[in-house]
């Protein structure tokens, strides 16, 4: 089974930035650099929405609503996804839940609050 944990979410005002983490604490360095990971976001009353991705490879794609305002990476030794998040407004309000997908089955972590206000 595959744990992961996000976190580094917060109260940031508009224009502000965060990074959020997503660790994967019980994965095996070997097994956690062939990980794809994704990281969602729920706002309140909406639905699930995909938000970016990074690949094994370090390849990245993103929503085109964050495009050129977020950016993702890796440390694989750390077994970790950074997503970094600038230019943050209100509509980026919401929580942020890291996923993959492994063995068939989709784990997600329980989720970082992201709230954008002044």
């Known amino acids: 089974q595959v744990q992961l944990v996000e976190s580094g979410g917060g109260l940031v005002q508009p224009g502000g930035s965060l990074r959020l983490s997503c660790r994967a604490p019980r994965a095996i360095f070997s097994v956690f650099k062939d990980y794809t990971i994704k990281w969602y976001r729920q706002a309140p009353a909406k639905q699930r929405e995909f938000v970016a991705e990074?690949?094994?490879?370090?390849?990245?794609n993103f929503a085109d609503s964050v495009k050129g305002r977020f950016t993702i990476s890796r440390n694989n030794s750390r077994k970790t996804v950074y997503l970094q998040m600038n230019s943050l407004n209100p509509e980026d309000t919401a929580v942020y839940y890291c996923?993959?997908?492994?063995?068939?089955?989709?784990?997600w972590g329980p989720g970082t609050q992201v709230t954008v206000s002044s």
């Open positions: 990074i690949t094994d490879g370090g390849t990245s």
């Open positions: 996923s993959t997908r492994q063995y068939g089955s989709d784990y």
